[in-house]
């Protein structure tokens, strides 16, 4: 056996293993820690598979931002976990037969592909020097598939719609709290005040560096939503109260440039999302540069989960 | 000159894997939380350091070299971060002698 295949197979059984352990944890936070490292794993994984786009996103958004998400989900759990039942057997039966009958779907579909998968790559990458981006995926996500690109800013919105709403009428707009990190520490202080610079800097550059090479909004703004959590968790800067009009401003204005610049393509290059011939990549840029900012509120928002103070009169 | 350095980034990586090992083995069999914290240590540090000064001959530009030196200052910032903010848990816990 060759070692990369040796390795290949080890990083397989250390990631199931993670994810069995997942399951069965006892704890919710040890199982949302153990969720973090299979973040992190996957990561791993993705580069090699030489996907180090996807393998950026996984490390922020599945190690990063959703373990935040889910220590925040288990903090406000807690109080109820202790005195919750357990699930009866007859739930816990049919869970499983839907998660066995997914499992089979699943590998029978994969199973079943064809050898030689069906690809657009080649094409994809024959029209990449027209749009004058280096990266082939910020082409697949900005000029090929613009629309599932557009459409995902708009889920994300909707999400933190949708956690704000889970706020009383009386808490609307009002402030959200981290709920999940109470402790104040001189520790966290001083890394609060010594990484922001350093993230602000590695988030801009990760949003610039994707037209040329992996990276992207997504990924910069995720840094940069951390680096505002980081700040906020250790009380150097309060969470402003939702209904402040910059930031819900802030939030909108990366999908709203992408759609005026989208309906704009009907006048200037005869197709929504379309960009005229030599400005493609500097639309490009704009969107992404206000994507960014607008998945790093959002993303930060999303974290800090509904108002639980109302505003202050 | 170039055999040197090969010479460098063997010895060096070699080290810095038998610290990851060590690390590793320290973690699963020390005792208590802080001599663990101890042992992890030691990886992020001088583990960590001792693979990126191997592969610095082999980074082939200057900028990519400072990049590894910075993901090896940001990995020591996290790493002493973390290790206080736990053994200020364990501190905390134990009982006042």
Partial sequence: ?313 | MKLALQILTVLAVSGGCFLFLAGTIGLLRFPDTTTRLHALTKVDNLGLGLIVLGLLPTAGSPLLALKMIAIWLLVQLSGATVSQLIAQLVHEQEPRA
Wanted: aromatic fraction near 8%; charge should be neutral; charged fraction near 10%.
């Fill in chain 1, 1 to 313: 056996m060759s070692l990369p295949l040796a390795l290949e197979i080890s990083f397989a059984v250390v990631l199931l293993a993670n994810a069995v352990w997942i399951v069965i944890a006892r704890e919710v936070v040890a199982a949302v820690i153990i969720f973090v490292a299979y973040g992190l794993l996957l990561a791993i994984v993705w580069v090699r598979l030489a996907a180090p786009d996807v393998a950026l996103t996984e490390a922020a958004i599945g190690g990063g931002v959703t373990g935040v998400l889910l220590l925040g989900a288990a903090a406000r759990l807690r109080a109820t976990e202790a005195t919750a039942k357990p699930a009866s057997v007859s739930t816990r039966l049919v869970a499983a037969a839907i998660c066995v009958t997914t499992s089979c779907a699943l590998a029978y579909v994969v199973g079943s592909l064809p050898d030689a998968a069906p690809t657009l790559a080649p094409a994809a990458m024959a029209s990449l020097p027209e749009t004058g981006l280096g990266n082939p995926v910020a082409g697949v996500l900005f000029v090929y598939r613009a629309l599932d690109t557009l459409l995902e800013k708009a889920v994300l919105l909707l999400a933190l719609v949708g956690v704000w709403s889970l706020a009383p009428d009386r808490l609307w707009g009002g402030t959200p709290e981290l709920c999940a990190f109470p402790r104040r520490s001189s520790t966290l202080l001083l890394l609060a005040q010594l990484l922001p610079p350093v993230g602000i800097l590695a988030g801009v550059y990760m949003f610039w560096v994707g037209a040329k090479l992996p990276g992207g909004a997504f990924q910069g703004g995720t840094i940069l939503a951390a680096m505002w959590l980081l700040v906020v968790m250790t009380g150097l800067e309060d969470i402003p109260p939702t209904s402040r009009r910059w930031m819900r401003l802030l939030a909108i204005v990366g999908p709203a440039i992408f759609v005026v610049i989208g309906f704009a393509g009907f006048a200037l290059a005869n197709a929504f999302l379309a960009y005229p011939a030599g400005y493609a990549k500097p639309l490009i840029i704009v969107i992404e540069g206000t994507l960014t900012l607008s998945i790093a509120i959002t993303l930060g928002l999303l974290a800090a989960g509904p108002p639980v103070r109302a505003q202050h009169q």
